[in-house]
């Protein structure tokens, strides 16, 4: 059975972006696969959160999980600072990634631009640690949303580097996965860039948000007087909101207010009105599971310890095999 690794960031609350872009996936592949999901808090160690507030953060990823549906009795549920094996694998990896390929990467790059006065080693090597994520369990599809492409091929990169070095087929090649044609990008609500917590609370979905919370941020999203003519093109905050509306809608309804945009018939207010009830409606379920997960600490701590005893189990087998080809012998 092929393996399946993928983790979410433990910076807070998940939103629609995590949602579509990789938690349906996860969802669905746990039972096709041999997966392992897990809490990437070690990645978020980059912007140095307070003990406190990394501890709640993980608990909540994990919480958010279990309440969308991904099930501890078919896919290994973990947090990666449980598997201390990942940093052993980070180490051998960052010895075979340059640096001048880490500073070209685009995520790099944006954080770079975003925050000059926190530029540490950690964001430059962030892209050989989720390789190491990944090829820790010889992975070989990753479901991700389209801002993790470009990680994916640099997995590949440190991967077959590995190989080659070492002249030995050990790492399999990785391929980022979605069900849907398309790997998934999912826009703010301002029509400016994807949706993300570091664009911003106002421009974020999340799954956990009330009903009225929800309403209040899509009814303040930004739209225009209206179209002029008949079949014009919709400007970017527009398009993004049929955009949010094809996620979360049925065709036929995105396809009704098409028809009136088209005709110059469209009310703001009702498209808005309308794309707040399907993102009540889609996110209802997640949301209406998340409190009684969170009281029930024994079962959180169940979850855990049985995931890090799984993943563990894989990531010490991979350790073995790559000292063994390493070179590393016992005397
Ligand atoms: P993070 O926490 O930024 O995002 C987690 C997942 O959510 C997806 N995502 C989106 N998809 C579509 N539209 C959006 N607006 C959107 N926002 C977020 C991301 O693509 C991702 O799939 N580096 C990873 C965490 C990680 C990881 C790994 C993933 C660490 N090691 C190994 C896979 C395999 C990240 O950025 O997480």
Redesign the pocket.
């Known amino acids: 059975m092929e393996t399946v690794?993928?983790?979410?960031?433990s910076?807070g609350k998940l939103?629609l972006?995590?949602y579509?872009?990789?938690i349906k996936n996860f969802i669905n592949m746990q039972d096709e696969y041999n997966c392992f999901f897990f809490i990437?808090d070690l990645?978020s160690l980059t912007t140095h959160p307070t003990p406190e507030n990394l501890h709640h953060n993980v608990k909540q990823v994990v919480v958010e999980y279990l309440a969308a549906g991904i099930d501890p009795e078919k896919a290994t549920i973990y947090v990666q600072s449980d598997v201390p094996e990942v940093i052993e694998l980070y180490l051998y990896l960052n010895m075979n990634a340059y640096v001048g390929e880490l500073e070209r990467a685009t995520s790099f790059k944006d954080k770079v631009r975003a925050n000059p006065n926190n530029v540490n080693a950690g964001l430059l090597t962030?892209p050989v640690?989720?390789a190491a994520?990944?090829l820790l369990h010889k992975a070989t599809k990753?479901?991700?949303?389209?801002?993790?492409e470009q990680?994916l091929e640099m997995t590949r990169t440190f991967g077959n580097r590995f190989n080659r070095l070492y002249q030995h087929d050990y790492f399999p090649e990785t391929f980022a996965f979605s069900y849907s044609d398309n790997l998934?990008?999912?826009?703010?609500l301002d029509g400016k860039g994807?949706?993300?917590k570091s664009e911003g609370d106002a421009n974020c979905i999340y799954l956990s948000d009330k009903p009225e919370a929800i309403r209040k941020k899509v009814m303040r999203a930004v739209t225009d007087s209206g179209p002029t003519q008949e079949y014009q093109q919709k400007p970017v905050e527009i398009q993004n909101l049929f955009d949010l509306m094809t996620v979360v809608s049925t065709p036929d309804t995105v396809a009704h207010f098409d028809h009136l945009y088209n005709t110059c018939n469209i009310r703001y207010g009702d498209l808005k009105k309308q794309l707040a009830e399907d993102m009540v409606v889609a996110t209802e379920p997640v949301r209406s599971r998340i409190e009684a997960i969170a009281d029930d600490k024994a079962y959180i701590s169940r979850v855990v310890n049985l995931g890090a005893e799984k993943a563990r189990e894989s990531a010490r087998k991979t350790i073995s095999d790559v000292r063994e080809i390493i070179g590393f012998k016992p005397f």
Do not use: E
Request: charged residues 15%; aromatic residues 6%; hydrophobic residues 35%.
């Open positions: 690794v993928s983790g979410i960031r910076t939103h972006g995590n579509y872009g990789a990437a990645h962030y640690l989720m994520d990944i990753v479901p991700v949303g389209k801002d993790q990680h998934i990008k999912i826009p703010g994807k949706m993300g």
